[in-house]
């Protein structure tokens, strides 16, 4: 179906910046939406933000004004810049990739990649 790879994690001080980029392949065409959600240690993972087929952005109300996500179609890879960042933007992030296949709705994932906020 669709196949993600995420990279661009790390260790950051507050106030720091990363980019995480995820690159995809597979059924591309069959994409209606990609984002990036986040799992904190004992938290369910949460949407971060989200990208669609028009081009159309929606953002968790805590990121909002310091995370931009953005897609590369030429590169079939979207990106989360992230910028002041805050110890409680710890936690994995993964790529999440949703759309249609043969009439069904389908989800994929990435291996998720670590950010780590100190203070």
């Known amino acids: 179906q669709v196949q993600l790879v995420e990279s661009g994690g790390g260790l950051v001080q507050a106030g720091g910046s990363l980019r995480l980029s995820c690159a995809a392949s597979?059924?591309?065409?069959?994409?209606?939406?990609m984002g990036w959600y986040r799992q904190a240690p004992g938290k369910q993972r949460e949407l971060v933000a989200v990208?669609?087929?028009?081009?159309?952005?929606n953002y968790a109300d805590s990121v909002k004004g310091r995370f931009t996500i953005s897609r590369d179609n030429a590169k079939n890879t979207v990106y989360l810049q992230m910028n002041s960042l805050k110890p409680e933007d710890t936690a994995v992030y993964y790529c999440?990739?949703?759309?249609?296949?043969?009439?069904?709705?389908?989800?994929?994932w990435g291996q998720g990649t670590q950010v780590t906020v100190s203070s």
């Open positions: 597979g059924r591309l065409f069959s994409i209606n939406a």
């Open positions: 999440n990739a949703a759309g249609i296949i043969g009439g069904f709705p389908f989800g994929s």
């Open positions: 990208i669609n087929s028009g081009g159309s952005t």
